[in-house]
């Protein structure tokens, strides 16, 4: 079992940092919106079902694969910025309990509807031309469209960060996370704030859906797993924070890649063991405590 | 999407799933045969595919004036996949719908809750999809009959051919539940008499879209054969992640079957050079009357040629007509016993007969390859044939070992 080039073991945990950055885009988006509107958003994986499909229809319409990346989480963006304000805005100040039974009912929906409009049997997205085959890192080839999502991953998370760090906007959103009645006190209207975030948190989702699609295609049920894997990755990176959502995300990433190595039967339950001790030692995650962006 | 065609669709969906579709021939007293099978999640595709070969056997039927003089009539169900669903609706089409005959099933455990009403009803049951317990003890029952391939037959075959045609150095990494094991069980066992080495086997949980953590340690390995068994939207993912890996340069990937759903999905550029067992593709028509006929009567009401699953549905829809007339009368125990007396028969891929301790139907298969997408005439040119494997009995585990005898 154990008589494992160093090769492998370095190729196995490159797969599981691409890994790691889908999970890293879906927790992000589902952190930001926890962490500013304790809003548990449910249908973040049907959002992330949503990227896969509206990329595969923009890359119909335009035949590229470029435009659809762009377009397709924009898409998704507006489509949260909608639900946002016609479902849960409604809902705010009631039970946290009522927006979280909003969105899994809508993710049934979202699900259903897929099935209705674009069949029950999934649909395949082809990489571009230019991030088709493999390149050689020395110690194995590794598909060039698997770099292409960490790349893309990075560049986000790097601009989200600048976004929430250096833009007054972004600082509105720190200080809703910690005190919206002071930052409503100060005559911001927190609502638009929150509709912003929950539309971003939606767009990360689709990015996620559509930087997948050429990877596993796209079906309906694709966001249904992703989704606990994501809620996991969250508890794990402690609610609402950024940083915690990519540490966490990454070692999830890597922890199924090599249970999947080591012991592939485990594989599915081991991101649950990590979830467990983590809570046992951090009951609020790794970087919990912090708040949103330390 | 616009808001219009959105709500049209939606209507249209709607409205199937309240009127479950009913083919109803003309005329009075009409002879009925309940088809329940899961037209709803992930295995729609397939089907939806037995349910147009059903239609298929029965218009061609009661075109050349019915059984007995009288019209056949196919009540299909959803299933949903679930057995309770399975039973519930089986149960509906004897008492409430009053059918004599049961024709369907797609998962083996549905197969089993819709055997288990079936027997309790005493009416027959052909089965038309794959499943190692059905025609074994306890689920056989003197009603029970099995259409379709079964693991064990399929990957015997299959598996011996791999071994002596593609290598004998193996990798097997399958989805672990009752299929993807008992499959790999049988191959494994058909490897180690051939006296091959099986490098390694990997179990992955069903449905889950993602194999690149599986890969490296495969790669590794270097096997002359991976031989996978991920059925559904996983073939699809799994066949990308593998070749955008290129894998498919360095060993060569087979699996027990080639669905024709997925076969459309994923095209030449996954399927090329996949290999393959399956208990029919339409190409045969080239080689086949009875495939011809088939082939032609289908194209002509879809429009598209039928995939191995509708086949099952036709072949067995023939097979209660056939029953009937034998026995002249329309009775599960009188068209069982007729059947079983009279075994041999030939639909739609040349000659095939029932085994009478265990009610299991033996048939040729065919080892299939993925053909590029050069070679292809047409759209669904998917496949070429690369091997007959002909029916046999001792592809099958004996009545003894089932427990049957």
Same mark, same amino acid.
């Given at each position: 079992?154990?008589?494992?080039?160093? $090769?492998?073991?370095?190729?196995?945990?490159?797969?599981?940092?691409?890994?790691?950055?889908?999970?890293?885009?879906?927790?992000?988006?589902?952190?930001?919106?926890?962490?500013?509107?304790?809003?548990?958003?449910?249908?973040?994986?049907?959002?992330?079902?949503?990227?896969?499909?509206?990329?595969?229809?923009?890359?119909?319409?335009?035949?590229?694969?470029?435009?659809?990346?762009?377009?397709?989480?924009?898409?998704?963006?507006?489509?949260?910025?909608?639900?946002?304000?016609?479902?849960?805005?409604?809902?705010?100040?009631?039970?946290?309990?009522?927006?979280?039974?909003?969105?899994?009912?809508?993710?049934?929906?979202?699900?259903?509807?897929?099935?209705?409009?674009?069949?029950?049997?999934?649909?395949?997205?082809?990489?571009?031309?230019?991030?088709?085959?493999?390149?050689?890192?020395?110690?194995?080839?590794?598909?060039?469209?698997?770099?292409?999502?960490?790349?893309?991953?990075?560049?986000?998370?790097?601009?989200?960060?600048?976004?929430?760090?250096?833009?007054?906007?972004?600082?509105?959103?720190?200080?809703?996370?910690?005190?919206?009645? *002071?930052?409503?006190?100060?005559?911001?209207?927190?609502?638009?704030?929150?509709?912003?975030?929950?539309?971003?948190?939606?767009?990360?989702?689709?990015?996620?859906?559509?930087?997948?699609?050429?990877?596993?295609?796209?079906?309906?049920?694709?966001?249904?797993?992703?989704?606990?894997?994501?809620?996991?990755?969250?508890?794990?990176?402690?609610?609402?924070?950024?940083?915690?959502?990519?540490?966490?995300?990454?070692?999830?990433?890597?922890?199924?890649?090599?249970?999947?190595?080591?012991?592939?039967?485990?594989?599915?339950?081991?991101?649950?063991?990590?979830?467990?001790?983590?809570?046992?030692?951090?009951?609020?995650?790794?970087?919990?405590?912090?708040?949103? *962006?330390? | 999407?616009?808001?219009?065609?959105?709500?049209?669709?939606?209507?249209?969906?709607?409205?199937?799933?309240?009127?479950?579709?009913?083919?109803?021939?003309?005329?009075?007293?009409?002879?009925?045969?309940?088809?329940?099978?899961?037209?709803?999640?992930?295995?729609?595709?397939?089907?939806?595919?037995?349910?147009?070969?059903?239609?298929?056997?029965?218009?061609?039927?009661?075109?050349?004036?019915?059984?007995?003089?009288?019209?056949?009539?196919?009540?299909?169900?959803?299933?949903?996949?679930?057995?309770?669903?399975?039973?519930?609706?089986?149960?509906?089409?004897?008492?409430?719908?009053?059918?004599?005959?049961?024709?369907?099933?797609?998962?083996?455990?549905?197969? *089993?809750?819709?055997?288990?009403?079936?027997?309790?009803?005493?009416?027959?049951?052909?089965?038309?999809?794959?499943?190692?317990?059905?025609?074994?003890?306890?689920?056989?029952?003197?009603?029970?009959?099995?259409?379709?391939?079964?693991?064990?037959?399929?990957?015997?075959?299959?598996?011996?051919?791999?071994?002596?045609?593609?290598?004998?150095?193996?990798?097997?990494?399958?989805?672990?539940?009752?299929?993807?094991?008992?499959?790999?069980?049988?191959?494994?066992?058909?490897?180690?008499?051939?006296?091959?080495?099986?490098?390694?086997?990997?179990?992955?949980?069903?449905?889950?879209?993602?194999?690149? $953590? %599986?890969?490296?340690?495969?790669?590794?390995?270097?096997?002359?054969?991976?031989?996978?068994?991920?059925?559904?939207?996983?073939?699809?993912?799994?066949?990308?992640?593998?070749?955008?890996?290129?894998?498919?340069?360095?060993?060569?990937?087979?699996?027990?079957? %080639?669905?024709?759903?997925?076969?459309?999905?994923?095209?030449?550029?996954?399927?090329?050079?996949?290999?393959?067992?399956?208990?029919?593709?339409?190409?045969?028509?080239?080689?086949?009357?009875?495939?011809?006929?088939?082939?032609?009567?289908?194209?002509?009401?879809?429009?598209?040629?039928?995939?191995?699953?509708?086949?099952?549905?036709?072949?067995?829809?023939?097979?209660?007509?056939?029953?009937?007339?034998?026995?002249?009368?329309?009775?599960?125990?009188?068209?069982?016993?007729?059947?079983?007396?009279?075994?041999?028969?030939?639909?739609?891929?040349?000659?095939?007969?029932?085994?009478?301790?265990? %009610?299991?139907?033996?048939?040729?298969?065919?080892?299939?390859?993925?053909?590029?997408?050069?070679?292809?005439?047409?759209?669904?040119?998917?496949?070429?044939?690369?091997?007959?494997?002909?029916?046999?009995?001792?592809?099958?585990?004996?009545?003894?070992?089932?427990?049957?005898?």
């Amino acid at each position: 079992m154990f008589d494992i080039s160093a $090769a492998a073991l370095a190729a196995q945990l490159f797969t599981g940092l691409v890994l790691g950055m889908i999970f890293v885009l879906l927790a992000i988006g589902l952190s930001l919106i926890f962490g500013l509107m304790t809003v548990v958003n449910f249908a973040h994986g049907s959002f992330y079902m949503l990227g896969a499909y509206f990329g595969f229809v923009l890359l119909g319409l335009s035949g590229s694969f470029w435009v659809a990346l762009a377009f397709a989480p924009l898409a998704v963006g507006v489509f949260g910025l909608l639900v946002e304000r016609f479902l849960i805005r409604p809902l705010y100040g009631r039970s946290p309990d009522d927006p979280l039974l909003l969105t899994f009912g809508l993710s049934l929906v979202l699900v259903e509807s897929a099935r209705v409009i674009w069949g029950k049997i999934g649909l395949t997205l082809d990489p571009p031309a230019a991030l088709a085959g493999a390149v050689n890192l020395g110690f194995t080839w590794f598909p060039t469209y698997r770099l292409f999502v960490i790349a893309v991953t990075i560049v986000v998370v790097v601009a989200l960060w600048v976004f929430l760090k250096r833009t007054n906007v972004g600082l509105v959103i720190r200080a809703g996370s910690r005190d919206p009645l *002071m930052v409503a006190a100060l005559g911001v209207d927190l609502r638009r704030i929150w509709m912003l975030v929950f539309g971003i948190g939606s767009a990360l989702a689709g990015l996620a859906g559509i930087l997948a699609g050429p990877m596993r295609g796209a079906y309906a049920e694709m966001g249904v797993t992703m989704i606990i894997e994501s809620f996991v990755v969250v508890v794990v990176g402690g609610m609402g924070s950024l940083l915690g959502a990519v540490v966490a995300g990454l070692l999830i990433g890597e922890v199924v890649s090599l249970t999947t190595f080591f012991a592939p039967k485990l594989s599915d339950i081991a991101v649950f063991g990590v979830m467990a001790l983590v809570l046992l030692l951090r009951p609020s995650g790794l970087f919990g405590e912090a708040g949103l *962006m330390e | 999407m616009q808001r219009r065609t959105f709500l049209k669709t939606a209507t249209v969906g709607a409205a199937t799933l309240a009127f479950p579709s009913i083919v109803r021939a003309q005329g009075g007293d009409t002879i009925k045969i309940g088809f329940p099978g899961p037209t709803t999640g992930p295995f729609g595709a397939l089907a939806k595919d037995q349910q147009q070969g059903a239609i298929v056997a029965v218009e061609e039927i009661n075109a050349k004036g019915g059984v007995l003089g009288r019209k056949l009539e196919v009540l299909f169900r959803d299933d949903e996949l679930k057995p309770a669903v399975g039973a519930q609706r089986t149960k509906e089409l004897i008492e409430n719908e009053k059918c004599e005959f049961i024709v369907g099933g797609l998962a083996a455990h549905v197969q *089993m809750a819709i055997n288990e009403q079936t027997k309790a009803a005493k009416k027959l049951f052909i089965s038309v999809s794959q499943s190692d317990e059905i025609t074994a003890k306890p689920d056989l029952g003197p009603l029970t009959f099995h259409e379709a391939l079964n693991p064990t037959i399929t990957s015997r075959a299959v598996g011996g051919w791999i071994s002596q045609n593609l290598g004998k150095k193996w990798w097997i990494l399958y989805a672990d539940y009752a299929w993807g094991k008992q499959n790999t069980a049988v191959l494994s066992e058909g490897l180690k008499k051939q006296g091959g080495t099986l490098l390694g086997s990997t179990p992955y949980p069903l449905g889950n879209p993602e194999f690149s $953590a %599986h890969l490296p340690r495969i790669i590794d390995a270097k096997p002359e054969v991976l031989v996978t068994m991920t059925p559904g939207a996983d073939n699809i993912a799994f066949l990308k992640q593998a070749i955008s890996f290129g894998m498919k340069k360095q060993m060569k990937i087979a699996q027990p079957l %080639h669905w024709l759903p997925q076969l459309k999905q994923g095209g030449p550029d996954l399927y090329s050079d996949i290999y393959a067992g399956i208990s029919f593709t339409w190409q045969l028509e080239d080689s086949i009357p009875e495939a011809k006929n088939y082939v032609q009567l289908y194209r002509k009401k879809y429009n598209e040629p039928p995939g191995d699953y509708g086949a099952y549905a036709y072949s067995a829809i023939h097979e209660v007509a056939r029953g009937i007339t034998l026995a002249k009368a329309v009775n599960s125990d009188a068209v069982a016993s007729a059947l079983l007396a009279n075994p041999t028969y030939n639909h739609y891929k040349g000659k095939q007969w029932w085994r009478t301790c265990d %009610h299991k139907a033996f048939q040729d298969l065919w080892i299939v390859k993925g053909r590029e997408r050069a070679k292809m005439k047409g759209d669904w040119d998917f496949l070429d044939v690369v091997q007959k494997v002909p029916a046999s009995e001792s592809l099958d585990r004996t009545c003894g070992e089932k427990g049957v005898a």
